[in-house]
């Protein structure tokens, strides 16, 4: 039973309107379900998904998550946007709400990292479209440069699927 993808992610946080606000807000996901203030299912913009991501309270005096300083766990979530326009527009709102963290040249995708209100990280990334890969990306991490990255694909080019499938094509 081969899996196909991730459909939705599952945090717990401290509190669920805190962090609706900045999941709406910062990241545009709109809210599609609720429970009070116990739970929330929210779809990111652009997805077909039921949901992409749901919110389940577990009070203000929650502990920090202590994966990846001595403890196992998760590291982050990533999501793609569909240009490195969107990719731009996600750094400026992450920038005035606080909330990048980092930002990589992994030579096939560009990525930018932020925090929540909980200190969960994730990730947002444009991935190089197959026609455009070239001999001579390196895959790794270095610095991002987005500006020289719109520069050279342009603000409005689609992301690619995978690293190795042109968008537009489909996969079974």
Partial sequence: MPIHRLNHAVLYVRDVPVSVSFYTEVLKFTVVGSMADRAA???????????DLALFAIGADAADSMAGRGAVGLYHLAWEVSTLGDLETVRNDLLAAGALVGSSDHGTTKSLYGKDPDGLEFEIVWLIPAHLLTDDITVGVAKLDLDKEIAQYGRDTR???GISVPLGITVV
Avoid at 41 to 51: E, T, V, W
Wanted: no cysteine.
């Fill in 159 to 161: 992301s690619g699927l």
């Fill in 41 to 51: 299912f929210l779809r990111a913009p652009d997805s077909a998904n039921d949901h």
